[in-house]
């Protein structure tokens, strides 16, 4: 095969990059590169509906189907993990010998769970990543009668409310002193807690994991206070770490993420790289450089480094926007909110709200949303692009639910 573009990953930033070459009218060879044996499939509903009784009957959500790939023309190459870059030569080695060469190389690698070292080798200590996890997982789940999950991030609660669906006995176990300490300010946090311990869910912070160990029934977890659990089965939820190994060993720049410019590429110009595995400035916070885990990006940063693999060389210029599905309540944020020097809370119907965080100036820099359903989702929509604009409209007009937002964005 001759040289075209490589892209290395089929999760949904990879797939997306190679559609949006196909529609950018890119007409020569698109390679995409995954290790595993599954099409690109959707990873949002691997902790949400397919952990749910029966979800786990069908086969994966698929990005596109395989036929869309045939008629595009795109080259998919699955169960191939690649083992090595030669930027010199331009080519990708993958494991079983084959040699790929690459006009443009995109690595959307993606990330993996990060691993609790007291959980390795305990046979009733599970992760959550991929199809195969959460297959595994929704068994498990159907044998037990209660879970710990050990971190109370977006994907722990997600989790949490699954479990609870089937009727098990939860326990989420966070070592920080508020759930989603990282993602949320304070107010959104007491109220995810309200929420999960309203449906019954037992939660404790600032609680460490002093020691694992498989028990005869499930696994019992010693805390650092020297509370023990025991229960069914423990899942671990403490993070994710970027796939790096293989732009490390081709020596590429790497700190928490391959570091890339606002273009995506890397400090090799025909290598870009995109999705949870990059780290970029966002001009948005001033060059401030972040590495984002979250659907929408991998789709946006797909497609933007797929018209930049083509030579466009366009700068990244979207919003941060995050999304977490819990019980009945929808979670949403646009923006870094850790920018902000002061917040505005406006109710959203019953009882759901709005907090908007400005910074010193008076920008908006962010807004973070719960509620019942999609009942917040038009108003983070409309802070999204009041966030783009730089916009800093008044606090109180936020403060108000009668105000209308998008009267704030014309103004």
């Excluded at 769970?113 to 599970?126: F, Q, V, Y």
């Excluded at 001033?286 to 659907?295: C, H, I, M, N, T």
């Amino acid at each position: 095969m001759s040289a075209g573009m490589v892209i290395v990953g089929a999760g949904e930033c990879g797939a997306r990059a190679a559609f949006a070459l196909r529609e950018e009218g890119y007409d020569g060879p698109v390679t995409l590169v995954g290790d595993e044996p599954h099409p690109p499939y959707e990873r949002p509903p691997l902790s949400k509906e397919r952990l749910a009784p029966g979800g786990m009957a069908a086969a994966p959500k698929p990005i596109a189907e395989p036929a869309r790939f045939r008629e595009a023309g795109i080259h998919l190459l699955l169960s191939q993990p690649v083992a090595s870059i030669d930027r010199a030569a331009r080519r990708v080695c993958l494991a079983d010998g084959t040699r790929l060469s690459y006009e443009t190389l995109l690595l959307a690698t993606g990330a993996r769970p990060r691993r609790l070292p007291l959980a390795d080798g305990i046979a009733h200590a599970l992760y959550l990543r991929t199809h195969d996890d959460a297959t595994k997982l929704a068994s498990r789940l159907g044998a037990v009668s209660s879970v710990a999950i050990v971190g109370g991030g977006f994907v722990g609660l997600e989790l949490a409310a699954a479990a609870r669906g089937r009727g098990l006995d939860v326990t989420v176990i966070e070592a920080q002193s508020r759930l989603l300490a990282r993602a949320v300010p304070q107010d959104m946090s007491e109220h995810v807690l309200a929420l999960h311990r309203r449906h019954g869910v037992r939660v404790l912070t600032g609680a460490t994991i002093a020691a694992v160990a498989d028990t005869p029934d499930g696994v019992a977890l010693e805390l650092g206070d020297g509370t023990r659990l025991e229960c069914g089965l423990a899942v671990i939820g403490v993070g994710a770490v970027p796939h790096t190994e293989l732009a490390e060993a081709a020596g590429l720049a790497c700190d928490n993420g391959i570091l890339v410019d606002d273009h995506l590429r890397t400090d090799d110009p025909a290598i870009l790289a995109a999705g949870d595995c990059c780290s970029f400035p966002l001009a948005l916070y001033g060059g401030r450089r972040v590495r984002l885990e979250a659907w929408r990006n991998a789709q946006e940063q797909g497609a933007l480094a797929a018209r930049n693999m083509l030579g466009r060389r366009e700068a990244h210029a979207f919003v941060p926007w995050f999304w977490s599905d819990q019980f009945d309540a929808t979670l949403q944020i646009a923006g870094l909110s850790d920018e902000a020097s002061e917040t505005v809370r406006r109710p959203v119907g019953e009882d759901g709200f709005i907090l908007f965080h400005l910074d010193g100036d008076g920008r908006l820099v962010a807004a973070s949303g719960i509620g019942v359903g999609n009942v917040v989702a038009r108003d983070i929509r409309l802070a999204e692009m009041l966030i783009a604009r730089r916009a800093a409209p008044p606090p109180a007009a936020l403060a108000a639910p009668e105000t209308k937002l998008k009267t704030l964005l014309a103004a």
